[in-house]
């Protein structure tokens, strides 16, 4: 028998793995990462030239891309050509610390991803066609958004994941905030252009064309002496191709006098074609021709809780003509109605948006209801809550209801949010507090419909107010 000194060697290894060997196969693999152990495969990678050793079976399963490097083409006879093994490959675009990763990811389905090396991965995934590292990438990615970052990780997804629309849900809700960030300022004129097109942007019509020229301004920082003449030549030129996409039929009179005309960017025929639209009744509206988009985008604008008894609700912002006068309580003119499933002994129900949450409650009669419910609508807008504040004063705490919403012209109503056993209003004191909510629906009415006791094992409640924040748009 002849014994090869290098297999003798190589038995040695196995056995004292076997020694050590762990208990999980998930345990097994991530030892063999980077293993010199039955490895039939070295990668050289980077300038440093690091060796990193790999197992072709376990590569070529998880990729067509490394079946193909790793295993040789079958003849017309079906048989593979042998090679001489171990390979040795060199990777000259990737650094051994993200290559590592890479390996790591195939071997164990995990990867550490950071925003360092998020690019690499990324790119390092889609040339090998690693997709569980593309996702592991894309979830950190979605984690990941900010304000701050949000047009960074638009414009980047196109390219490394093959997604147009990554991040676009978040730049909609948050679009105010979003276009005055410097990653705004950074986008391609192609990945601007495919957010002034969208719909759901929530923003004022007029804060986006004031983010658009921002965004000239600094072109004409970055693209130097490529541009000639004056400086609203070049603000002209460069902004004149996106104001197609910017609604200004939705402006008011004030913002395009002030702010649009101004600018001076626009033809003064076309201008007073605005000024001419804004005056025409709706009806009068539907038959005016004008170069640009005439309907609100469905986002809507944002109205954003900061604390309980802010002046930044619906029911607010209805009581004071969308902030240009002092508050007048819309219950009172019709603008905002609210109905209870059974009328108590306590206050008119005008009393939820008189801005004192310490008056007298409004009541449902108690113990005529199993379930008892108030509602909210509202006449002119609709809304997708994002937030909603119940103000109690000292009984019948709610700790089981449900938040419902109705569409325009629907009977049903659709479940928001659904609480059981909930303390939140038992425990403050004062007892008032704001809940966090999700829709992807606007609503025409919202409701509060008990579901089971309160605080004094009754199905009964008591409230002092009530107001309600999210994406709103007015009913035309």
């Known amino acids: 028998m002849i014994h090869d000194p290098e297999t003798k060697k190589k038995e040695s290894e196995y056995e004292d793995e076997e020694e050590e060997r762990p208990l999980y196969l998930a345990s097994f693999m991530e030892k063999l990462v980077g293993s010199k152990a039955r490895s039939d495969v070295t990668f050289v990678v980077g300038d440093q030239k690091v060796e990193i050793h790999a197992h072709r079976l376990i590569l070529a399963a998880s990729s067509k891309i490394f079946e193909a490097m790793l295993y040789p083409p079958k003849d017309e006879n079906g048989d593979r050509r042998k090679?001489?093994?171990?390979?040795?490959?060199?990777?000259?675009?990737?650094?051994?610390?993200?290559?590592?990763?890479?390996?790591?990811?195939?071997?164990?389905?995990?990867?550490?991803?950071?925003?360092?090396?998020?690019?690499?991965?990324?790119?390092?995934?889609?040339?090998?066609?690693?997709?569980?590292?593309?996702?592991?990438?894309?979830?950190?990615?979605?984690?990941?958004?900010?304000?701050?970052?949000?047009?960074?990780?638009?414009?980047?997804?196109?390219?490394?994941?093959?997604?147009?629309?990554?991040?676009?849900?978040?730049?909609?809700?948050?679009?105010?905030?979003?276009?005055?960030?410097?990653?705004?300022?950074?986008?391609?004129?192609?990945?601007?252009?495919?957010?002034?097109?969208?719909?759901?942007?929530?923003?004022?019509?007029?804060?986006?064309?004031?983010?658009?020229?921002?965004?000239?301004?600094?072109?004409?920082?970055?693209?130097?002496?490529?541009?000639?003449?004056?400086?609203?030549?070049?603000?002209?030129?460069?902004?004149?191709?996106?104001?197609?996409?910017?609604?200004?039929?939705?402006?008011?009179?004030?913002?395009?006098?002030?702010?649009?005309?101004?600018?001076?960017?626009?033809d003064e025929k076309v201008l007073l074609q605005l000024y001419q639209y804004c005056a025409l009744s709706e009806d009068e509206k539907s038959k005016f021709d004008l170069p640009f988009p005439t309907m609100m985008r469905s986002g809507g604008k944002r109205l954003k809780f900061s604390s309980i008894m802010d002046t930044n609700g619906l029911i607010y912002y209805i009581g004071t003509n969308g902030g240009k006068t002092s508050y007048n309580n819309p219950l009172k003119t019709g603008q905002v109605v609210v109905k209870v499933s059974s009328t108590g002994g306590g206050s008119a129900v005008e009393h939820v948006a008189d801005r004192d949450p310490s008056s007298s409650a409004v009541e449902n009669s108690y113990g005529s209801d199993k379930n008892p419910w108030i509602s909210v609508q509202f006449t002119k807008y609709l809304i997708r809550p994002t937030d909603y504040v119940i103000c109690q004063d000292q009984d019948h705490f709610l700790q089981n209801w449900r938040f419902e919403g109705r569409e325009k012209d629907k009977s049903e109503w659709v479940l928001i949010e659904e609480y059981k056993n909930d303390q939140t209003l038992t425990t403050k004191t004062p007892h008032r507090a704001s809940f966090k909510v999700k829709s992807p629906r606007f609503f025409h009415e919202v409701r509060i419909y008990v579901t089971g006791p309160g605080h004094k094992g009754q199905p009964n409640f008591d409230i002092t107010q009530l107001e309600f924040y999210g994406f709103y748009r007015e009913i035309k």
């Open 83 to 266: 090679i001489k093994l171990p390979l040795r490959i060199e990777v000259r675009d990737a650094t051994p610390e993200n290559f590592r990763t890479l390996m790591t990811s195939i071997y164990t389905d995990e990867a550490e991803v950071e925003t360092a090396n998020l690019g690499p991965l990324i790119n390092l995934a889609h040339k090998y066609q690693i997709e569980k590292l593309q996702l592991a990438c894309s979830d950190f990615m979605e984690k990941d958004i900010t304000v701050d970052n949000a047009c960074e990780l638009f414009e980047m997804a196109p390219k490394l994941l093959g997604d147009e629309e990554f991040a676009l849900p978040y730049i909609q809700e948050n679009t105010e905030a979003v276009i005055l960030s410097d990653s705004f300022l950074a986008l391609s004129p192609s990945r601007l252009e495919y957010l002034l097109k969208d719909d759901h942007l929530c923003v004022e019509e007029i804060s986006l064309f004031t983010a658009l020229k921002e965004w000239a301004k600094n072109q004409i920082k970055v693209q130097g002496d490529e541009l000639k003449g004056s400086e609203s030549d070049k603000l002209k030129e460069i902004m004149t191709p996106f104001l197609k996409h910017i609604r200004f039929p939705t402006m008011n009179m004030e913002d395009l006098a002030t702010h649009v005309s101004s600018a001076k960017l626009i």
